[in-house]
């Protein structure tokens, strides 16, 4: 809903609402807030709320912190889980400086400008992410175990799967937020799941997907459960994807066509511009360590290729039509930030649309049971998080996308994560303790 200003007061004086959180994320995508009461209201949207940014991972230093959330009102949502008396509602908020200008390290800054340079192009972005995680079972002690809620496979009903009710109310309560899920099911793995919610423009995509990973942990909570987002939580087992659903529109028409075999040149420049720096984005779409031990198993990408329909590669051209005729990118995973990820995934497909560039022949082989000679000559994606990195910082794409500051600050705390990773005897244990919210 497209709230002004003064629809959100006069919505928060008739329903009760007595606290306002002004939401936004760290560079790493964790989400941060500020509880206000309904009075302040009016000061937040004339003056912003002031921070202490120097508290907040990536963003400024102690000499010099302040920096103020201005809440955006068209993106107004009552948190369903709180009391319906005294109501709460949250506002995504952009980050400025005290004189009014953008925070070159907020999320929404960042991707909104990548929004506007393709827009500058003559086309816009519809994104539809689909988001994978498992439920877990709690000890005694209300910890999260790694023992899943159910045994079911992949598309299994209840009783196999136990997770029909949890999904069910984590659909429900989304809709209550308008973020409006297109599907619900049973994954491959032991109490995994899978829900995937309706297309929509980049900037809002992102934010539904911080919205709905905050949804399924709290919903999980209430039902005596633990949500977990990591990439590969339990080895031997599926890992958990988020795979990027991405169509192109230029004068309001879907450019990737209605015969899914048949793209127009501007699609295939953009899909070759992704394809080509998958390899040098994977720091920023695969950002913990243990998203490069997902990679390659269980229908999880481990080469730079493209084809229609085939689950094996990184890009899939799904046999779908008119408004749904898209491509999947199948790398990316939930640990990442969704608005550093999606700017560089638009810039990418644009760099691919400026320099006409061809699309490589498709690879129609299944890439987990073909012979080493055959793929021998295909790009692979990192094998580490240490090699994405090394490879971000040579990326003239990232470089030309994000603000120098960010790219340091991000890469710097990479290294520090990695070298942790490294050196800890039990990785499973690192894992756990350092999953990122």
């Known amino acids: 809903m497209n709230y002004t200003a003064a629809e959100v007061e006069q919505y928060v004086q008739e329903m009760d609402v007595k606290f306002i959180r002004l939401a936004f994320t760290d560079l790493f ?26 508290a907040v991972a990536g963003f400024l230093k102690v000499e010099k912190s302040d920096l103020l959330l201005m809440p955006d009102p068209s993106t107004l949502a009552v948190l369903p889980w709180r009391p319906q008396q005294g109501r709460v509602v949250r506002m995504y ?36 992410p689909e988001c994978e995680f498992y439920l877990f079972e709690l000890d005694d002690h209300g910890h999260a175990t790694r023992i899943p809620h159910d045994e079911a496979g992949y598309l299994d009903v209840a009783p196999l799967d136990r997770g029909e009710n949890v999904r ?44 709905f990973k905050t949804v399924v942990r709290t919903i999980a909570a209430r039902n005596g459960l633990a949500a977990c987002f990591l990439p590969k939580p339990l080895p031997g087992k599926s890992g958990n994807g988020l795979h990027v659903n991405l ?21 295939e420049s953009f899909i070759a511009g992704v394809l080509a720096a998958a390899p040098e984005l994977a720091a920023f779409l695969n950002p913990v360590p243990s998203s490069y031990r997902r990679l390659g198993e269980f229908e999880a990408p481990r080469y730079a290729t493209w084809s229609h329909e085939n689950r094996s590669q990184l890009i899939r051209i799904p046999a779908a039509r008119g408004e749904h005729a898209r491509m999947e990118l199948r790398s990316p995973d ?37 012979p080493p000679d055959q793929l021998a000559s295909l790009v692979p994606l990192p094998e580490s998080l240490d090699a994405a990195i090394r490879l971000a910082r040579q990326s003239e794409l990232i470089a030309g996308c994000l603000p120098k500051a960010t790219i340091d600050t991000y890469l710097t705390q990479k290294e520090a994560e990695w070298a942790a990773y490294h050196a800890a005897p039990d990785k499973a244990a690192y894992d756990a303790a350092h999953e990122p919210f």
């Open 93 to 128: 908020c952009d980050i400025v400086y005290p004189d009014g200008q953008p925070f070159e390290g907020d999320g929404r800054h960042i991707l909104r400008s990548a929004v506007n340079r393709a827009q500058a192009m003559g086309y816009s972005a519809m994104f539809g």
């Open 168 to 211: 069910r109310e984590i659909c429900l309560t989304l809709q209550e937020m308008d973020v409006y899920p297109e599907s619900s099911l049973h994954e491959q793995g032991p109490g995994q799941n899978e829900i995937d919610f309706k297309y929509s423009d980049p900037l809002t995509a992102a934010e539904n997907l911080v919205t």
């Open 247 to 267: 169509s192109l529109f230029r004068n309001g028409l879907n450019i990737f066509r209605n015969d899914p075999f048949q793209h127009c040149p501007e699609a």
């Open 334 to 370: 939930p640990c990442l930030n969704p608005y550093l990820a999606f700017a560089l995934l638009l810039e990418a497909g644009m760099r691919g649309i400026r320099e006409d560039a061809s699309l490589p022949p498709p690879v129609n082989m299944n890439l987990y049971t073909a």
């Open 29 to 54: 995508g964790t989400l941060k807030n500020i509880s206000i009461l309904a009075e302040e209201l009016p000061r937040a949207f004339r003056d912003g709320v002031s921070f202490d940014a120097s």
